[in-house]
């Protein structure tokens, strides 16, 4: 079963601007993890935040837990082509030693 | 330091044909795991290994899926025998420590059944 999910399901933008991609879930959390996917590769993580931290940084990506909403925001400033790809969030639920990954988003970025 | 290899990439089959897919995880890594991804989804997790202990393989369809992990290292995944439904790319990734840190994808095996 998949708990995460990620809001919009497609998102297309110019190079340069910023994408925002919305995750929900319904358990409680030790972590959540994004991770990126290109067209036919396997999954790459991007970022780990834990259930106590709010906000986090690592290079052009910003992300954003509040646990009293469920919910978690990734933020790719600046985008570039290369950023094309499908991104998931996985929950790590408490209790449990097992990622659960969203049904992912697709973003495009148009040179 | 070498990523999580996996073989073959690409594997056309007939139904009711047996299949398996290899993994090799990331050199130190005790826990690996093996996903399946069907198109438009998440991954979902069949297997959990810590070391050569299978320590969650509660999603795994056990009247046609097997696994083994040698010796705390390599994997095998087993398909017997393969059905339609079971189109998918096959993931195996692995980690060092624990489950909910940060896992480590292979390219994956996908799996067409015809």
């Known amino acids: 079963s998949q708990q995460g999910e990620e809001d919009p399901q497609a998102l297309s933008i110019q190079e340069g601007e910023n994408a925002t991609m919305n995750c929900s879930y319904k358990?409680?959390?030790?972590?959540l993890q994004w991770y990126r996917q290109n067209s036919g590769r396997g999954l790459v993580h991007l970022i780990l935040?834990?259930?106590?931290?709010r906000e986090k940084h690592s290079g052009r990506l910003r992300v954003t837990l509040d646990t009293s909403k469920k919910s978690s925001s990734l933020l790719i400033t600046a985008s570039r082509a290369a950023d094309t790809a499908s991104y998931f969030c996985?929950?790590?639920?408490?209790?449990?030693?097992?990622?659960?990954f969203g049904k992912g988003m697709k973003l495009t970025v148009n040179p | 330091e070498a990523g999580v290899v996996q073989s073959p990439r690409y594997k056309i089959i007939e139904k009711k044909q047996p299949v398996a897919f290899w993994c090799n995880p990331i050199?130190?890594?005790?826990?690996l795991y093996w996903y399946r991804q069907n198109l438009g989804q998440g991954p979902e997790l069949l297997i959990r290994?810590?070391?050569?202990?299978?320590?969650?393989d509660s999603q795994l369809p056990k009247d046609r899926f097997s696994a083994e992990r040698l010796k705390g290292v390599d994997s095998t995944l087993k398909i017997q025998p393969a059905e339609l439904g079971d189109s998918a790319v096959y993931l195996c990734?692995?980690?060092?420590?624990?489950?909910?840190?940060?896992?480590?994808f292979g390219p994956g095996t996908r799996l067409t059944v015809l």
């Open positions: 990734a692995s980690s060092p420590g624990a489950a909910y840190n940060e896992q480590f």
């Open positions: 358990t409680s959390i030790n972590n």
């Open positions: 935040i834990r259930s106590n931290e």
């Open positions: 996985a929950t790590a639920q408490g209790g449990s030693e097992k990622l659960v």
């Open positions: 050199s130190g890594h005790n826990t």
């Open positions: 290994y810590e070391n050569e202990e299978a320590v969650d």
